[in-house]
């Protein structure tokens, strides 16, 4: 190696003695810059990385490489300097190596030129230096493997031409084996193979901030390769004229064995999958912590079953492979515990048979074309997630993400694989569990507290109640295995001291029978393990299957294996019926209940009957609207039974039936939420930092009016990032953006909170003021600039808010608004009794004046001041106007949910950087600003180059004189 340096120097010095190093270096940099702004449009991308200056790179430095090679044998061969290299008492492979670190060193310094486009993305933009760590490493692998086949190939020709056109082709060759347009022609175990031996192929595993070992050696393997043969080609012409048949036999053996292992070592190290290191920040393509912790939870194998065929549409068949070697990380993390298969159901008609009729798995029909036909290709793309007899399926459209380019093209990208597979795996893994040992994940012991008057106190059915109740609870006992512990206590015993207590505490107090009733008695559920109280609501039923529901439920808040239940209100779409003339109307919300069911268990909740399903976790109420005293009792109790209450509600109906227009409206929830301490004004947020929407306008033609809808910058729709974002909370984990659309402000009494944790979500820009108007067409005649007239106090304004702690009830020292409504349903049912001549015991429901007045600490609200952003039609309005499915919102909602039930696995993989960063706002003068920049700051760059090197050649020449004279530098 000390002989490799000098010679090395010498060759880069020899490189800059003629203008020839320059005009290939300053072609060059003017090739990467002009791709980086113009042919890959790196503004109008909005993204902040350096991925257009590598996309070009592989082909680029096919002809770096070969110009760089041309040279360093053949014209030592033309020259006649051949002769004198081979008889020095230098060894060949020290010239080799020399000649090749010389190369490189060229390559390192051209990249060198490149370092300045970096810089500017990242003080444009948050940049992950990650990726462009990882390429730039695979950058200079890939020049080392190119730079290898240059000299092997400069060493058997002593023509420059002959010597950079073949190695053009020969790394040509190399790169378009791996390429798309090669491996998209071909079955999907053949691409595969293809894509191993790809240089490109390799080169961009690497770009995105993986380094793999198996990557980095296949370079190195290819340099090794070639290093040898370049070595047995110099030495070969040694022996030409020394005629030693037994040297060049030694050397023949020698140089294929080097060969054969490079080849046969890059085979085998493909089954090495645990070699890498994630520079990403955030790890965004390693099996995350909390993947992890789910995988530990499994007590039998997890299957995972890759469906992919191997003809698929051409967007969808570079994902794949991704999906399939983080399914493989799967496997691996897990430690035998999951089982990975990946088949192609139409090569089977069994499993094609199977995958429809036992998991719903259907082949999609894609249409495709190119230059030479269009085909109808029937494929899968979907995986399948089982655990015991439970089972998830994963299809194309829950694992992509579709983003317009322009008219014609369009982006395909995996969305949040890890996320989407460990979705599921939580909850294929949870309701196993959940039909199995309650308490297997129960680690204190829990007592069942029963706060119950003597028999003779209490009411004929809750005497029956009481009696069927104690079997059950003392079977659950018996069962728990000692985890379950059960305590009836007779609150007025003894003084009266534990029900002092319990009003303190719980804020329970004595039930009656009815509102006249001067009799009262107690009974009350309540679950504890020391930490955490879990109120068990009495059953509408007033049966023990009721109440041991409703323990269960209770039980798996103390869990941590079981799918949380939420229930979900949300008005009805009225359906259109043109047989009558009716449009139909209202809002939808199915996009919303979908995406929620994806990681819990979604339970309509009627909240018309004053209940709330005995085995909710949580309660979520969407556009709620002239909620009567039931309806609020409901929310009412089950918020003082310790849950949370999410509510996206908003002060104002907006109809997007044509001309769209807004009107105030009632939800019902007003004096709750002041009850409570927190309002929702009856105004309107407007923002300059907002999102565009398409307006329909009216524009005047000469008298003729015509209609038109324009893309315009709306007021209405406030945009929420950074700084209104509470990245502390966690609730925005995974969403880079926000839009409230026609939100209303919330207001915080700080007095009636003083004691609770509020949590401020989102917030508007410091750029936003309210408005009463119900005016939100847009006047660009009398307001040119926004449509509206723009505000003078100017402020942020609270959009989303929790607030955690002690709630005191609404209907404290108020009898239950149940009353009413049960007496008068009886009533019903015996006067139709009565007509009828049978009495009507079953269906007889019995109401008692029960409320809790007070809530534990537990007890949350969670309230969003707009309504219609988890809408049906505004998610597909955003997502037309952007290009792709805007799931912001849908996203938002499920963060909420697990954040709320504290659930914060999944939230800490959405929370992982998978959502490209976007540059910040700048103008088209300080677009040309950084480009010119860049070109000025390579120029310079070069200026200094060509000084450095007038000051080294000559020392460089004279330390390569003595190396070929004494064989060593010194």
Same mark, same amino acid.
């Given at each position: 190696? %000390?002989?490799?340096?000098?010679?090395?120097?010498?060759?880069?010095?020899?490189?800059?003695?003629?203008?020839?190093? &320059?005009?290939?270096?300053?072609?060059?940099?003017?090739?990467?810059?002009?791709?980086?702004?113009?042919?890959?449009?790196?503004?109008?991308?909005?993204?902040?990385?350096?991925?257009?200056?590598?996309?070009?790179?592989?082909?680029?430095?096919?002809?770096?490489?070969?110009?760089?090679?041309?040279?360093?044998? %053949?014209?030592?061969?033309?020259?006649?300097?051949?002769?004198?290299?081979?008889?020095?008492?230098?060894?060949?492979?020290?010239?080799?190596?020399?000649?090749?670190?010389?190369?490189?060193?060229?390559?390192?310094?051209?990249?060198?030129?490149?370092?300045?486009?970096?810089?500017?993305?990242?003080?444009?933009?948050?940049?992950?230096?990650?990726?462009?760590?990882?390429?730039?490493?695979?950058?200079?692998?890939?020049?080392?493997?190119?730079?290898?086949?240059?000299?092997?190939?400069?060493?058997?020709?002593?023509?420059?031409?002959?010597?950079?056109?073949?190695?053009?082709?020969?790394?040509?060759?190399?790169?378009?084996?791996?390429?798309?347009?090669?491996?998209?022609?071909?079955?999907?175990?053949?691409?595969?193979?293809?894509?191993?031996?790809?240089?490109?192929?390799?080169?961009?595993?690497?770009?995105?901030?993986?380094? +793999?070992?198996?990557?980095?050696?296949?370079?190195?393997?290819?340099?090794?390769?070639?290093?040898?043969?370049?070595?047995? %080609?110099?030495?070969?012409?040694?022996?030409?004229?020394?005629?030693?048949?037994?040297?060049?036999?030694?050397?023949?053996?020698?140089?294929?064995?080097?060969?054969? =292992?490079?080849?046969?070592?890059?085979?085998?190290?493909?089954?090495?999958?645990?070699?890498?290191?994630?520079?990403?920040?955030?790890?965004?393509?390693?099996? *995350?912590?909390?993947?992890?912790?789910?995988? $530990?939870?499994?007590?039998?194998?997890?299957?995972?079953?890759?469906?992919?065929?191997?003809?698929?549409?051409?967007?969808?068949?570079?994902?794949?492979?991704?999906?399939?070697?983080?399914?493989?990380?799967?496997?691996?993390?897990?430690?035998?515990?999951?089982?990975?298969?990946?088949?192609?159901?139409?090569?089977?008609?069994?499993?094609?048979?199977?995958?429809?009729?036992?998991?719903?798995?259907?082949?999609?029909?894609?249409?495709?074309?190119?230059?030479?036909?269009?085909?109808?290709?029937?494929?899968?793309?979907?995986?399948?997630?089982?655990?015991? +007899?439970?089972?998830?399926?994963?299809?194309?459209?829950?694992?992509?993400?579709?983003? *317009?380019?322009?008219?014609?093209?369009?982006?395909?990208?995996?969305?949040?694989?890890?996320?989407?597979?460990?979705?599921?795996?939580?909850?294929?893994?949870?309701?196993?569990? @959940?039909?199995?040992?309650?308490?297997?994940?129960?680690?204190?012991?829990?007592?069942?507290?029963? &706060?119950?008057?003597?028999?003779?106190?209490?009411?004929?059915?809750?005497?029956?109640?009481?009696?069927?109740?104690?079997?059950?609870?003392?079977?659950?006992?018996?069962?728990?295995?000692?985890?379950?512990?059960?305590?009836?206590?007779?609150?007025?015993?003894?003084?009266?001291?534990?029900?002092?207590?319990?009003?303190?505490?719980? @804020?329970?107090?004595?039930?009656?029978?009815?509102?006249?009733?001067? =009799?009262?008695?107690?009974?009350?559920?309540?679950?504890?393990?020391?930490?955490?109280?879990?109120?068990?609501?009495?059953?509408?039923?007033?049966?023990?299957? @009721?109440?041991?529901?409703?323990?269960?439920?209770?039980?798996?808040?103390?869990?941590?294996?079981?799918?949380?239940?939420?229930?979900?209100?949300?008005?009805?779409?009225?359906?259109?019926?043109?047989?009558?003339?009716?449009?139909?109307?209202?809002?939808?919300? !199915?996009?919303?209940?979908?995406?929620?069911?994806?990681?819990?268990?979604?339970?309509?909740?009627?909240?018309?009957?004053?209940?709330?399903?005995?085995?909710?976790?949580?309660?979520?109420?969407?556009?709620?609207?002239?909620?009567?005293?039931?309806?609020?009792?409901?929310?009412?109790?089950?918020?003082?039974?310790?849950?949370?209450?999410?509510?996206?509600?908003?002060?104002?109906?907006?109809?997007?039936?044509?001309?769209?227009?807004?009107?105030?409206?009632? %939800?019902?929830?007003?004096?709750?939420?002041?009850?409570?301490?927190?309002?929702?004004?009856?105004?309107?947020?407007?923002?300059?930092?907002?999102?565009?929407?398409?307006?329909?306008?009216?524009?005047?033609? @000469?008298?003729?009016?015509?209609?038109?809808?324009?893309?315009?910058?709306?007021?209405?729709?406030?945009?929420?990032?950074?700084?209104?974002?509470? !990245?502390?909370?966690?609730?925005?984990?995974?969403?880079?953006?926000?839009?409230? =659309?026609?939100?209303?402000?919330?207001?915080?009494?700080?007095?009636?909170?003083?004691?609770?944790?509020? $949590?401020?979500?989102?917030?508007?820009?410091?750029?936003?003021?309210?408005?009463?108007?119900?005016?939100?067409?847009?006047?660009?005649?009398?307001?040119?600039?926004?449509?509206?007239?723009?505000?003078?106090?100017?402020?942020?304004?609270?959009?989303?808010?929790?607030?955690?702690?002690?709630?005191?009830?609404?209907?404290?020292?108020?009898?239950?608004?149940?009353? +009413?409504?049960?007496?008068?349903?009886?009533?019903?049912?015996?006067?139709?009794?009565?007509?009828?001549?049978?009495?009507?015991?079953?269906?007889?429901?019995?109401?008692?004046?029960?409320?809790?007045?007070?809530?534990?600490?537990?007890?949350?609200?969670?309230?969003?001041?707009?309504?219609?952003?988890?809408?049906?039609?505004?998610?597909?309005?955003?997502?037309?106007?952007?290009?792709?499915?805007? =799931?912001?919102?849908?996203?938002?909602?499920?963060?909420?949910?697990?954040?709320?039930?504290?659930?914060?696995?999944?939230? !800490?993989?959405? !929370?992982?950087?998978?959502?490209?960063?976007?540059?910040?706002?700048? +103008?088209?003068?300080?677009?040309?600003?950084?480009?010119?920049?860049?070109?000025?700051?390579?120029?310079?760059?070069?200026?200094?180059?060509?000084?450095?090197?007038?000051?080294?050649?000559?020392?460089?020449?004279?330390?390569?004189?003595?190396?070929?004279?004494?064989?060593?530098?010194?």
């Amino acid at each position: 190696m %000390s002989n490799s340096l000098p010679i090395a120097r010498k060759e880069l010095a020899s490189y800059f003695a003629s203008p020839a190093a &320059f005009i290939f270096l300053g072609l060059f940099m003017l090739a990467t810059l002009f791709i980086f702004f113009w042919v890959e449009t790196f503004f109008a991308r909005n993204i902040a990385d350096v991925r257009p200056l590598f996309t070009w790179m592989p082909i680029l430095l096919i002809f770096l490489c070969s110009a760089i090679t041309m040279r360093m044998w %053949s014209e030592e061969r033309r020259a006649g300097t051949l002769e004198f290299l081979l008889t020095s008492p230098v060894a060949t492979l020290q010239f080799v190596l020399g000649k090749f670190f010389a190369c490189l060193g060229l390559v390192v310094l051209a990249l060198l030129l490149t370092v300045p486009l970096p810089l500017s993305v990242a003080l444009l933009g948050p940049l992950d230096w990650g990726p462009v760590l990882g390429a730039y490493i695979a950058t200079l692998c890939l020049a080392a493997a190119y730079i290898a086949i240059g000299l092997y190939v400069s060493a058997r020709s002593d023509n420059q031409i002959v010597s950079l056109m073949l190695t053009v082709l020969i790394c040509g060759v190399f790169y378009l084996i791996g390429s798309e347009g090669l491996t998209n022609l071909l079955s999907s175990p053949l691409a595969e193979y293809f894509k191993l031996f790809g240089s490109g192929s390799r080169f961009e595993s690497i770009t995105r901030g993986v380094l +793999d070992l198996r990557d980095i050696y296949y370079y190195l393997s290819i340099v090794g390769v070639f290093l040898s043969l370049n070595v047995y %080609s110099v030495e070969k012409l040694r022996w030409a004229s020394q005629r030693k048949e037994g040297a060049q036999r030694h050397w023949r053996w020698l140089t294929g064995l080097f060969v054969v =292992n490079f080849l046969f070592s890059n085979i085998w190290m493909q089954q090495l999958n645990g070699f890498r290191a994630d520079v990403t920040e955030g790890r965004i393509y390693s099996i *995350s912590e909390a993947t992890n912790n789910y995988l $530990t939870q499994l007590q039998e194998p997890l299957l995972i079953r890759g469906y992919f065929s191997p003809q698929t549409h051409p967007l969808l068949a570079p994902l794949g492979p991704q999906i399939r070697d983080l399914i493989k990380e799967y496997e691996v993390a897990a430690q035998g515990k999951v089982r990975v298969e990946f088949v192609d159901p139409l090569d089977d008609p069994e499993l094609e048979k199977e995958a429809g009729e036992k998991f719903g798995i259907q082949p999609i029909a894609f249409q495709t074309a190119d230059k030479y036909q269009s085909a109808l290709v029937n494929s899968y793309f979907d995986i399948l997630i089982q655990y015991g +007899d439970q089972y998830e399926v994963l299809g194309f459209r829950d694992l992509i993400d579709i983003k *317009s380019m322009s008219e014609t093209e369009v982006e395909v990208q995996l969305r949040n694989p890890e996320y989407d597979i460990t979705s599921a795996i939580k909850k294929v893994l949870y309701a196993y569990q @959940g039909s199995g040992n309650l308490f297997l994940n129960i680690r204190k012991p829990v007592t069942f507290n029963a &706060f119950i008057s003597p028999q003779d106190k209490l009411p004929e059915p809750l005497q029956a109640l009481h009696t069927e109740m104690n079997e059950t609870v003392q079977d659950i006992a018996i069962k728990s295995g000692g985890v379950f512990r059960v305590e009836t206590i007779d609150p007025d015993a003894n003084g009266g001291g534990v029900a002092q207590q319990l009003k303190n505490e719980y @804020g329970f107090r004595p039930m009656s029978a009815s509102l006249f009733d001067s =009799n009262t008695f107690w009974f009350y559920m309540v679950l504890s393990d020391g930490e955490q109280t879990i109120q068990v609501p009495l059953p509408e039923d007033l049966s023990a299957s @009721g109440v041991k529901r409703g323990i269960e439920a209770a039980l798996k808040r103390f869990s941590t294996g079981f799918l949380k239940t939420v229930a979900f209100s949300a008005p009805t779409r009225t359906p259109p019926m043109p047989q009558f003339g009716l449009a139909g109307g209202g809002m939808s919300f !199915s996009m919303l209940e979908e995406q929620l069911r994806q990681s819990v268990s979604l339970s309509p909740a009627n909240l018309k009957q004053g209940h709330v399903p005995e085995d909710a976790d949580l309660l979520m109420v969407v556009a709620p609207k002239e909620m009567d005293d039931k309806q609020v009792f409901a929310m009412d109790q089950f918020l003082m039974r310790g849950g949370t209450v999410v509510i996206a509600a908003s002060a104002f109906d907006v109809d997007l039936q044509g001309q769209f227009s807004v009107t105030e409206k009632q %939800s019902g929830l007003e004096g709750w939420l002041q009850h409570q301490g927190i309002s929702l004004e009856k105004k309107m947020v407007m923002d300059l930092q907002n999102s565009a929407f398409p307006v329909p306008m009216q524009r005047d033609l @000469g008298g003729f009016m015509v209609q038109e809808v324009q893309l315009v910058d709306y007021p209405y729709f406030v945009d929420v990032r950074d700084s209104g974002m509470n !990245s502390e909370a966690g609730l925005i984990a995974g969403i880079p953006q926000l839009t409230l =659309n026609w939100a209303s402000p919330i207001v915080i009494d700080d007095k009636k909170n003083s004691q609770r944790k509020i $949590t401020r979500i989102l917030e508007s820009s410091e750029q936003s003021w309210t408005s009463e108007s119900t005016q939100v067409q847009p006047d660009f005649q009398r307001y040119e600039l926004l449509g509206f007239p723009e505000g003078t106090n100017k402020a942020r304004h609270l959009l989303a808010v929790a607030v955690a702690g002690e709630f005191v009830s609404y209907f404290k020292d108020k009898p239950s608004p149940l009353l +009413d409504i049960e007496e008068t349903n009886n009533k019903k049912s015996e006067e139709g009794a009565e007509t009828e001549g049978e009495p009507d015991t079953e269906n007889k429901k019995v109401a008692f004046n029960r409320v809790i007045d007070k809530s534990p600490a537990s007890a949350q609200i969670i309230l969003y001041g707009s309504e219609t952003f988890l809408s049906d039609s505004v998610i597909d309005l955003a997502s037309s106007v952007g290009g792709n499915l805007y =799931n912001n919102p849908l996203v938002l909602m499920e963060n909420t949910v697990d954040w709320a039930l504290e659930d914060e696995g999944l939230l !800490s993989i959405r !929370s992982r950087d998978h959502f490209a960063r976007t540059l910040n706002p700048i +103008d088209k003068n300080g677009q040309l600003f950084w480009e010119y920049l860049n070109y000025v700051l390579g120029g310079m760059a070069l200026l200094l180059l060509w000084l450095g090197q007038r000051l080294l050649r000559k020392k460089a020449q004279a330390r390569y004189q003595r190396v070929l004279r004494f064989g060593d530098e010194s």
